[in-house]
């Protein structure tokens, strides 16, 4: 139709110009907060040893767990009540579980603040489903108590039982109690102490470590940074306490270009994981892997003597052994191959996590893997 010409030269127009437009890199810069951790403001590990009650039948059973009853008894102790000797013999209670309590106390926590806890059963419970935990005190590494648990556990599994035949979906022995500890004790830390500020890298790396110190010397003054190592920032900071807090959080929010990560492959030999980083690169080699599979069959005959013989009746096993070797694909890479190029050519003959593993230790043998090959 005529009127359409223009609104298709318009449209023609329009896709000639953004085709024209070049595309923006995309920002590979990333804040100081998340490159970085000031030395000493870090969280502190508690744990503790409790009961929990409450429990439908899923508790401790008091003759193979002795410890549970006895930790009943001397809180029964320390509440006043003292029950005869026979009657605390033979108590077997099914409902108590036996549990330590863990937390992790956050940097600058306050007395009076709530954070989360842990609850794990360290005897032969079922189910800490339902239950609640008592009052637990929560240490440090010093032996102080930092802080106090108490709360109603929640699981996030479930299980059911009947006529021998169980079910059972996540695990129903560990659970946490959200703000289930109040902070009782401060930790004392030195950020406001001393004329600097130390920053510790995640990624250890010599040219991350000198980007940092050259932007926060760029905004706040030359000599204000100086990178002592690969891992290492040290900062002139301010005295006062107020002024060192603003000008900690303008610097984490400086942002800073990282390093390339080096190239590295790392290797799950217990699961069959193979993680390859970005940067990984192969020299010229061929590889040719075939798979070897052996199986093993036994079959019991049963031997009949003569009927007029004296013989007795035996089971005599007739086993067969098989080899099979599957055949070997040759895959040959050029020098330079990047890594979206050999995994499409592993995926290509379907090799496996273990035929991967065993190919990429082998090329790093040879000398054609460049890259750093961790196995854990």
């Known amino acids: 139709m005529p009127f359409l010409r223009p609104l298709r030269r318009a449209l023609l127009a329009l896709a000639v110009t953004l085709a024209a437009v070049p595309l923006a890199p995309v920002a590979s810069a990333m804040a100081i907060r998340d490159l970085v951790s000031v030395q000493g403001v870090r969280p502190n590990q508690l744990v503790g040893y409790g009961l929990v009650v409450g429990l439908s039948g899923t508790g401790d059973q008091a003759t193979q767990v002795p410890y549970t009853t006895q930790s009943l008894l001397n809180m029964f102790q320390r509440l006043g009540i003292n029950l005869p000797p026979s009657v605390a013999q033979n108590l077997q209670p099914k409902d108590l579980a036996a549990v330590m309590v863990t937390a992790n106390l956050p940097p600058f926590a306050s007395p009076g603040q709530q954070i989360n806890i842990t609850v794990s059963a360290v005897g032969n419970a079922s189910s800490l489903a339902g239950g609640t935990l ?60 001393g004329p600097t500020l130390t920053l510790a ?39 006062s306490p107020g002024a060192r807090t603003s000008f900690l959080g303008n610097l984490q929010a400086l942002q800073v270009d990282p390093s390339s990560p080096p190239a590295r492959v790392v290797i799950d030999a217990r699961s069959g994981t193979v993680v390859l980083g970005q940067n990984v690169t192969l020299g010229a080699c061929a590889v040719a892997h075939g798979n070897l599979s052996v199986t093993i069959n036994t079959k019991y005959e ?7 013989g004296a013989g007795q009746t035996a089971v005599v096993p007739q086993t067969q052994v098989q080899a099979k070797a599957g055949k070997a694909k040759l895959l040959m890479f050029r020098a330079g191959v990047t890594l979206d190029a050999v995994v499409r050519a592993l995926n290509a003959v379907g ?13 790093k043998q040879a000398g054609a893997l460049h890259a750093q090959l961790d196995v854990i």
């Open 302 to 308: 049963v031997s009949q003597p003569n009927p007029l």
């Open 134 to 193: 008592l009052m637990t005190p929560l240490k440090g590494a010093d032996g102080q108590t930092y802080a106090i648990a108490q709360g109603n556990v929640v699981v996030s599994g479930y299980g059911a039982s009947s006529g021998g035949s169980s079910t059972q979906v996540n695990f129903l022995t560990a659970g946490t109690v959200a703000n289930g500890a109040t902070v009782e004790r401060s930790v004392p830390d030195a950020f406001d102490q």
């Open 351 to 363: 090799a496996s996590p273990n035929d991967l593993i065993a190919i990429v230790q082998a090329m």
């Open 201 to 239: 890298l995640d990624t250890p790396s010599f040219g991350t470590a000198a980007r940092i110190a050259q932007r926060i010397n760029q905004s706040f003054g030359a000599n204000t940074a100086v990178a002592l190592n690969a891992g290492t920032v040290r900062v002139q900071a301010p005295q």
